[in-house]
C-alpha cells in the first residue's frame, strides 16, 4: 500500500485528528488524517482508492475492536473525529460523483430522545464504510423519516433510542415506514432494545454495536 494511505489508516484507526491533535500521545508532532488526506489528494491518489484503502480499513479495525471490547466510547469516538476530518476533504468528490457510494443511510433519534453519541458513532462508521449518510439528528418523529425517504428511494432507516420511555415509539416509526415504504429496511439500536423487540416491531435488523450495522450493510450491498 502506498505510505501516505497507510500513514492515514493508522491515524485515523487511532484517532489522530491534524498535526496539532495531542491524541494519541505516539502519534504527537505528526500529520494527521486532515493533512495526509490533503497530501493524498495533492499527490494523485483517487478518491475513492482513499476511501477504500484507509477509511473503510480503518473503522473496520476501529469496529472490531469496540466490538471485543478492547476499545471503548472515548477511543472510538476520537477515530471517528479523525475520519470525519479527512471525510471533509472527500466530500467534494462524493457530490460530484467521483466517488460511488454504496447506498444512502438515513438516521435518527427517535421522537422524545434527545441522545446522540450512540447515532453519531453509527452515522461516522456508516459514513466511513462507503454510505452517503443522511442524519436527522435527535428527537425525530415518523414525519421526518418518511419525507427523507420520500426524498431517497432505496435508502436505509436506521432509528436510535437510549430510553426505555422513547423505544417504545420506534414502534409506531416503523410501522409509519413500513405502511409507506414497505420494501424500505428499518435498523434499530440502542440500550434499551434486543432483538426481540427489533421483530415485535416489525423492524428489519439489530445491532447491539456499530460494526454490527456496518457488517449488515455490506451484506445488503454485496
Excluded at 482513499?50 to 477511543?75: C, T, W, Y
Excluded at 432505496?154 to 410501522?175: C, F, H, Q, R, Y
Amino acid at each position: 500500500m502506498n505510505e501516505l494511505l497507510e500513514k492515514l489508516l493508522v491515524a485515523v484507526e487511532l484517532g489522530k485528528v491534524d498535526l496539532k491533535s495531542p491524541f494519541p500521545p505516539q502519534l504527537s508532532g505528526q500529520d494527521g488524517a486532515l493533512e495526509l488526506t490533503i497530501k493524498a489528494i495533492e499527490t494523485g491518489i483517487s478518491p475513492q482508492h482513499i476511501l477504500e484503502n484507509a477509511l473503510v480499513p480503518a473503522m473496520d479495525h476501529v469496529g472490531k475492536k469496540f466490538s471485543e471490547n478492547r476499545i471503548f466510547v472515548p477511543q472510538m469516538l476520537m477515530s471517528a473525529k479523525a475520519m470525519g476530518a479527512s471525510m471533509v476533504q472527500l466530500k467534494p468528490f462524493f457530490t460530484s460523483g467521483e466517488i460511488k457510494t454504496k447506498g444512502t443511510f438515513i438516521i435518527g433519534t427517535v421522537k422524545g430522545d434527545l441522545h446522540d453519541i450512540g447515532k453519531n458513532l453509527v452515522a461516522m462508521m456508516v459514513e466511513g464504510a462507503g454510505w452517503t449518510v443522511i442524519d436527522l439528528g435527535v428527537d425525530v418523529p415518523s414525519s421526518r423519516y418518511l419525507e427523507a425517504l420520500n426524498s431517497n428511494p432505496g435508502a436505509v432507516v436506521a432509528l436510535s433510542a437510549l430510553l426505555t420511555t422513547t423505544m417504545v415509539n420506534m414502534g409506531e416509526i416503523v410501522s409509519d415506514i413500513k405502511a409507506q415504504a414497505p420494501a424500505a429496511k428499518v435498523f434499530i439500536g440502542g440500550a434499551p432494545v434486543n432483538n426481540e423487540f427489533c421483530k415485535k416491531i416489525g423492524a428489519d435488523f439489530y445491532a447491539p454495536d456499530p460494526q454490527g450495522v456496518v457488517e449488515h450493510l455490506s451484506k445488503l450491498a454485496s
